[in-house]
C-alpha cells in the first residue's frame, strides 16, 4: 500500500537553533515528494519539491530537504529556525506521476520558542 | 508564480440551505482541480478531483450528491454543499494544476474557504 508518514505530530524549538522534521513515505512505484507549509486559517504554500535529479532540493524560506530512496524519506530541514517559521508543515506524495492525486501526511506543527 | 483564488473566504449559514465556493486560477489554465476538506488540526482530505468539461471523480465515502463540484471552464471550478448541515462545517480548499507548460507539475492551493452552518 502507498502511503506516507510523519511520525512528529508536534515539534517545538528555540529560535535560531537547527530543525529536522521527518517524513517516510511506503510505495513500489515512482514517487514525488512535497513539502508545504500552512499559516494558521491559511491554505498551503510549496516550500519544495522533489520531482528528479538532485536528491538534495531547496527550497524558499531557508528550507532544504533530501530524497532518500533507500530509506524511503523526505526529511525537511532549516539550520536556524526564526518565530515567522511557526506553522503546520505537511509532507504530500504522488505516485506514478506528479500530475497523480496528491496524498498528505498528518502534519507536524512546529512551534519556535524565543 | 501561479495564483489560485477562493471564494468567499468565510461563509456562515443556516441548516438546510445550499453554499456555492468558487475556485479560480488567475494565471494558468487548470485543466485539474482537486477540492480539499480540512479539520481542525487534522491534514487535508481529499473530496474529488475534477477535470474540465468532464465530471468529477470522488473519493471513497464522499457523498457526490451532497457536494456538487463543476469544472465548467479552465480557470473555474465550483463546490457546491446542497443541504448543508453543522456536520459540514469545515475549511474547505481547492487546488489547480495544468498539463501543460510551468504549471503541470505540481497543484497549487487556494487560500482556502472556513464554511461554518448553523
Known amino acids: 500500500a502507498q502511503s506516507v508518514t510523519q511520525l512528529d505530530s508536534q515539534v517545538p524549538v528555540f529560535e535560531e537553533a537547527p530543525v529536522e522534521l521527518r517524513c517516510n513515505y511506503s510505495s513500489s512505484v515512482s514517487v514525488y515528494l512535497f513539502w508545504y507549509v500552512q499559516y494558521p486559517n491559511q491554505g498551503l504554500q510549496l516550500l519544495l519539491k522533489y520531482l528528479s535529479g538532485s536528491t538534495l532540493v531547496k527550497g524558499i524560506n531557508g528550507f532544504e530537504a533530501e530524497f532518500n530512496k533507500s530509506q524511503t524519506s523526505f526529511h525537511l530541514r532549516k539550520p536556524s529556525v526564526h518565530i515567522s517559521d511557526t506553522a503546520e508543515y505537511f509532507c504530500?506524495?504522488?505516485?506514478?506521476?506528479?500530475?497523480?492525486?496528491?496524498?498528505f501526511g498528518s502534519g507536524t506543527r512546529l512551534s519556535i520558542r524565543p | 508564480g501561479a495564483v489560485v483564488s477562493q471564494h468567499p473566504s468565510r461563509v456562515i449559514c443556516k441548516s438546510g440551505t445550499s453554499v456555492k465556493i468558487e475556485c479560480r486560477s488567475l494565471?494558468?489554465?487548470?485543466?485539474?482541480m482537486f477540492w480539499y476538506r480540512q479539520f481542525p488540526k487534522k491534514s487535508l482530505m481529499l473530496m474529488a478531483t475534477?477535470?474540465?468539461?468532464?465530471?468529477?471523480?470522488?473519493e471513497q465515502g464522499v457523498e457526490k450528491d451532497k457536494f456538487l463540484i463543476n469544472h465548467a471552464s479552465l480557470t473555474l471550478s465550483t463546490l457546491t454543499v446542497t443541504s448543508a448541515h453543522p456536520e459540514d462545517s469545515s475549511f474547505y480548499i481547492c487546488?489547480?494544476?495544468?498539463?501543460?507548460?510551468?504549471?503541470?507539475?505540481?497543484?497549487?492551493f487556494g487560500p482556502g474557504t472556513r464554511l461554518t452552518v448553523l
Open positions: 475534477s477535470n474540465e468539461g468532464s465530471k468529477a471523480t470522488y
Open positions: 494565471d494558468f489554465q487548470a485543466t485539474t
Open positions: 487546488s489547480a494544476r495544468s498539463t501543460s507548460g510551468s504549471y503541470s507539475d505540481t497543484q497549487y
Open positions: 504530500a506524495v504522488s505516485f506514478y506521476s506528479s500530475a497523480s492525486k496528491i496524498i
